[in-house]
């Protein structure tokens, strides 16, 4: 069997920077599964079909991908999956602290299963679902961060008219 990879996250939508760090990952593992938290705690622009939707779009022709939702504990969901690794992206050192909070516990969880970190591209350094949410709810432009799909999206949602 291939070394299968988990990527989890909210997805808020999808992002280059989310999709930088899935590439970066299916250098280093035979599969990934791409895993969209249903997160009820964070209220989401996007519904989780829509979100499921616009990443497998943008993913669409690769190989070695897979898109799921899931809403139990991370570790849980990686071991139902036979998944070795977690991956997570790291932007800045803001990331850090609440991410390594994140890795010792589930290493508590379940030692069998790592967490490997991968750094964008210096271009997505500064990209975040949020960030990008705020400048499309103010009618700046995304184009280039997002992929087409996601930039379609938030023009449907914000400007309408495509003034
Ligand atoms: P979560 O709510 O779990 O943080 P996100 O969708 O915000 O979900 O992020 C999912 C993963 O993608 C996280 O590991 C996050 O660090 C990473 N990520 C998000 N944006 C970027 C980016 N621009 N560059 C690198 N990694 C990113």
């Known amino acids: 069997m291939g070394r299968l990879a988990i990527c ?3 997805f808020d939508p999808i992002t280059n920077g989310h999709i930088d760090i899935i590439m970066r990952s299916l250098r280093i593992f035979d599969e990934v599964i791409i895993a969209v938290a ?3 705690k964070k209220a989401a622009l ?24 899931f809403d139990t504990l991370l570790v849980e969901y990686a071991r139902q999956k036979r998944g070795i690794a977690i ?22 969880l379940d030692s069998d299963i790592e967490t490997v970190f991968m750094m964008p591209s210096e271009e ?6 949020t ?6 709810s103010f009618g700046g432009s995304v184009k ?3 992929p ?3 930039e379609g999206a938030l023009n449907e949602l914000y400007n309408p008219e495509g003034v």
Request: charged share 25%.
């Open 148 to 150: 087409e799909v996601v």
């Open 131 to 136: 960030i990008i949410k705020e400048i499309a």
């Open 124 to 129: 997505y350094t500064f990209l975040s679902s």
């Open 87 to 108: 991956v997570r992206g790291l932007r800045a050192i803001s990331d850090f602290e609440y991410e390594l909070q994140m890795a010792l516990m589930n290493r508590r």
């Open 46 to 69: 996007f519904d989780i079909d829509r979100r499921i939707y616009m990443i497998r779009e943008s993913l669409r022709g690769l190989s070695g991908i897979k898109v799921e939702s």
């Open 8 to 10: 989890p996250g909210t």
């Open 144 to 146: 280039g961060l997002v």
């Open 38 to 40: 249903t997160n009820p």
